[in-house]
């Protein structure tokens, strides 16, 4: 089931039973109407729902609009994070680093791209005030229009990159792929989402990521 779906049943789902059951479960309308929005956004790409402004904060009108899905994505986050063996980043080549949103303590090295794909979590300051910082907000589990994808991978600055999305799977492999294609470090995707899943066996694409990133790779000039 595509995430579109699967959000826009679930929000249903809790309007209807706070609206049948009352109380104190009235407040799960709330949560129903966020995830309700989120499922009509997925179905239209609209990848800047919650606002996120290019600096990585989150509006106040986001965070009055969507308090509960906010507040749940981020103690999930949290919970997998603490539990989590995974490494909080992944060496791909030298100058390419991917994982998942990092806390302040945990950015180690200088970038000259630190680029965050998340669309529902407000950065860490001290990372947004960084120099290196660039938003590309996506979706969960979704992706942007392939042109777009393309002219931000070519706006990337040389040097060193490190990638994030929340975990540092979805999104972050859609991106990294289109990073090792651009650059000519992979010739195809099926081999470049070998070499990603190798160091980082988290990385899975979802079948509207994979579409992207086939479309991304067919518009590439070859490689000689």
């Known amino acids: 089931m595509s995430h579109r779906h699967l959000l826009t049943l679930l929000g249903l789902a809790l309007i209807a039973i706070g609206l049948f059951e009352r109380g104190w479960l009235l407040l799960s309308v709330w949560l129903g109407c966020d995830f309700l929005v989120l499922g009509i956004a997925h179905g239209c790409s609209a990848h800047r729902v919650f606002g996120k402004r290019s600096d990585g904060s989150l509006p106040l009108w986001s965070w009055i609009v969507f308090l509960p899905f906010l507040l749940y994505t981020n103690v999930v986050w949290q919970i997998v994070r603490t539990l989590s063996r995974e490494p909080a980043h992944n060496k791909v080549t030298d100058n390419l680093l991917v994982g998942r949103r990092l806390l302040p303590g945990e950015l180690d090295g200088d970038f000259v791209n630190y680029i965050d794909l998340t669309a529902e979590f407000s950065e860490p300051t001290a990372i947004r005030r960084s120099v290196a910082y660039q938003c590309f907000p996506i979706l969960d589990g979704s992706a942007p229009d392939p042109k777009a994808l393309h002219a931000f991978v070519g706006s990337r600055r040389p040097g060193k990159t490190f990638i994030h999305c929340a975990q540092g799977h979805g999104r ?11 650059s000519g470090a992979t010739r195809t995707v099926s081999d470049g989402l070998k070499n990603l899943k190798a160091v980082r066996p988290g990385i899975a694409l979802t079948a509207i990521q994979r579409r992207c990133i086939e479309d991304f790779a067919a518009v590439m000039p070859p490689q000689s």
């Open 172 to 182: 972050t492999g859609l991106f990294a792929l289109a990073v090792l294609l651009k």
